[in-house]
């Protein structure tokens, strides 16, 4: 039977359907072991994952394999097989980017390095200050890149960290921005979101 181009091209599409969680529709039976206080379900898996996330980045950072991560994710933040792999990747893709950015960064250093001393030669006020700065600035970062790490990452944001530090922000907010945030991927040969079952809190 031959198909017709129209049908090839049906077949051929992806569809993404946007869902909602109701925590407080649903039955809000919560896990003693891993939710805290009054928390609903969604905001346990939102603060396990992301936990898991940070720490997955760091034993990236530390060389720890797919396998480890994926295993010891599990069993210390009791998410099941999908998310803590999930978390993993996340935590790859954000070491990944922050590769990517020191790399800029370098480069980008180095032009304002050679602007700023260009200035400096006409004895522009200040400029001195601002050349010993980039100078500084660009040691660190070709130090980075030499034994193959990244500058610190903040979790929640490092400006906001900054407020906090300095009072112009509750700790809260920050706590907040660092654990919000769930991600979960579709499976075309599972039929979908293996995540759509939430066994731990007894959800359709």
């Known amino acids: 039977m031959i198909r017709n181009a129209r049908e090839t091209r049906e077949e051929q599409i992806s569809i993404t359907v946007c869902g909602e969680f109701f925590p407080e529709i649903y039955p809000a039976h919560r896990s003693s072991k891993w939710s805290r206080g009054e928390e609903d379900p969604l905001t346990t898996e939102m603060r396990l994952f992301c936990a898991c996330m940070r720490w997955a980045f ?39 980017s922050q590769t990517e950015l020191l790399k800029l960064e370098n480069e980008e250093t180095e032009k304002k ?28 970062l070709k130090d980075y890149r030499e034994k193959g790490t990244i500058p ?21 907010k920050w706590r907040h921005a660092r654990r919000n945030r ?23």
């Open 113 to 140: 390095l050679g602007r700023a001393r260009k200035k400096l030669s006409l004895t522009v006020k200040g400029r001195n200050k601002r050349v010993v700065s980039l100078v500084k600035r660009l040691a660190e």
């Open 58 to 96: 760091n034993r990236l950072l530390e060389g720890a394999s797919r396998h480890e991560i994926k295993k010891s994710g599990q069993e210390l933040f009791g998410l099941n097989s999908r998310y803590a792999d999930d978390a993993r990747l996340k935590a790859q893709a954000l070491l990944d």
């Open 182 to 204: 769930l991600y979960s991927r579709g499976d075309e040969s599972k039929g979908g979101n293996p995540n759509r079952n939430w066994c731990r809190y007894g959800w359709p």
């Open 152 to 172: 610190e990452v903040v979790f929640g944001g490092r400006r906001l960290w900054e407020k906090v530090c300095q009072g112009r922000a509750a700790r809260e």
